[in-house]
């Protein structure tokens, strides 16, 4: 068999990439790259995992949002100037085992294997755990996928790759600003990150004149000012403004902005603590916990079950001594999965109280939504935040053919936390505490009036009905 050097080819990095290479290449095991589109992000870590795969045996994976993503993306992407399969291009033909084009997996000579998959699914995939892992579009990933999979490559030493262009002020540009101040150098600081924000105006991997012909196609489609954001954002990798799509990320930013989210929010004992529940399987069920006070919404808590069984979320609500009511969608009508009892028996028999949100349309739970983004107010923990990331990503599909955004949500991680935040929305002012008109009073008082006359502090019905409740009281 023909020698085989890798990277493939005579594959090299590009100028711009070289730092990155070089640094993951001197041990660097934590890299964050927010790089502009078009800049070779999912090509450089392809490579990275060819080479990594043939010197350190194991399980590798090459993740993005979602599965069916990843293999339009990278499983079956061709390369338009070579015509050949990106995947044979990082890694030989002749290096290959075996491949399962069902499970987008890929078997090395050497024993490693090397998956391509999404992060919508990331905890049912089974196997070795991986030593090698890239979180490719990070921005528009699951950021419980890296909570998930963090202590895995802590304990086996692997590395991770995240590779991005902005998506909005969400979990990317949060894991930017925290790692920023610890730098990987490999003798001081060999557990640190190498950290880049690469805008085309510094690569020139892409000419000034063909960003603006995209700037007028985008200016046709959308308008000037979403143009504009959808142009910095992909070409010039500014994090400003929401997720283009997204229904709730403008109201998320100025919550943001007005300083609605964090802060002093904590639960309050005087008052109870409900929740709304999207009933499904344990990753599609998040449940949203919050108070009423004085007519506005508060966000205490938020938990995504990692059981799929029902009395370990009612036992992770008692212990958060959460025991208002549960607003839940009708579908708890339907069988638990496997038994012949409803979810509402299940609940009741765990001691929850649920109450069914009425119907309503997709259109208006999603207005329901907004509206309480606009009131409510957000707690600071690390649930919330995961909750809230999870809002900004519930977004619009796309119409490629129409080009236009259309009003069907992307079947995503954030659809299904958005959708428990739809039954919150609808169901919230139900506990609004009506105010308490005091009681008539039953005893009557009198004042002497200058003229010699007294006044009652009763009116004659007043007095009449106070008499009749002092005789049934005495019974």
């Known amino acids: 068999m023909p020698t085989i050097q890798l990277p493939n080819a005579g594959w090299r990095p590009r100028w711009y990439q070289r730092k990155a290479w070089n640094t993951w290449e001197q041990g660097c095991k934590r890299q964050l790259l927010v790089w502009h589109r078009r800049a070779g992000k999912d090509e450089i870590n392809l490579n990275m995992h060819a080479v990594s795969a043939h ?8 993740m993005l949002p979602e599965a069916a993503q990843a293999r339009k993306a ?52 089974v196997g070795s755990p991986p030593v090698g892992i890239t979180f490719s579009e990070w921005a528009l990933a699951n950021p419980a996928a890296w909570a998930y999979l963090s202590p895995i490559l802590a304990e086996n030493g692997g590395w991770a790759s995240f590779i991005t262009t902005p998506r909005g002020n969400n979990h990317a540009k949060g894991m ?54 959808l142009i910095d954002q992909e070409y010039y990798c500014s994090f400003a403004g929401a997720l283009i799509g997204s229904y709730w990320g403008s109201e998320i930013a100025r919550a943001e902005r007005e300083g609605r989210i964090g802060g002093m929010v904590k639960v309050d004992p005087a008052y109870p603590v409900h929740t709304a529940w999207d009933l499904g399987k344990a990753a599609n069920n998040p449940i ?59 609940l009741r028999e765990h001691g929850r109280k649920p109450k069914m949100v009425g119907l309503a349309s997709f259109a208006d739970g999603v207005n329901a939504g907004l509206q309480t983004i606009k009131v409510a107010r957000f707690a600071t923990n690390e649930r919330v935040a995961d909750g809230i990331e999870g809002l900004k990503a519930f977004r619009r599909e796309y119409d490629e053919d129409k080009k236009v955004f259309i009003n069907t949500p992307v079947k995503n991680w954030g659809e299904h936390y958005a959708s428990a935040f739809r039954y919150l929305g609808l169901s919230w002012r139900e506990e609004i505490v009506a105010t308490v008109k005091p009681k008539p009073q039953d005893k009557d008082t009198y004042t002497a009036m200058p003229d010699g006359s007294v006044r009652s502090s009763q009116t004659v019905k007043e007095a009449v009905d106070a008499m009749v409740r002092r005789r049934r009281a005495r019974g």
């Not at 510094?202 to 196609?217: F, H, M, N, P, S």
């Open 55 to 62: 010197e350190r045996p194991g399980t590798y994976w090459h």
């Open 74 to 125: 990278i499983w079956n992407a061709v390369n338009p100037h070579t015509s050949k399969r990106r995947l044979f291009e990082a890694f030989p033909e002749p290096l290959i085992e075996n491949m399962n084009d069902n499970e987008m997996f890929i078997r090395f000579k050497v024993g490693s294997t090397f998956q391509v998959v999404g992060s919508d699914n990331f905890n049912s995939l």
């Open 176 to 229: 930017l600003d925290a790692v920023k101040g610890n730098v990987f150098h490999p003798q001081t600081n060999p557990r640190g990150w190498f950290s880049e924000v690469l805008p085309a105006s510094v690569t020139g991997a892409i000419d000034e004149l063909t960003i603006e012909e995209q700037r007028t196609v985008y200016t046709g489609l959308f308008g000037k000012e979403t143009a504009d954001l």
């Open 288 to 346: 949203w916990c919050f108070q009423v006070i004085n007519g506005v919404p508060y966000i205490v808590d938020f938990y995504v079950p990692e059981s799929e069984d029902i009395a370990d979320w009612c036992r992770w609500l008692d212990e958060k001594g959460y025991h208002g009511n549960d607003y839940v969608p009708h579908d708890i009508m339907h069988p638990q999965w496997g038994t012949s009892r409803t979810r509402l028996q299940t």
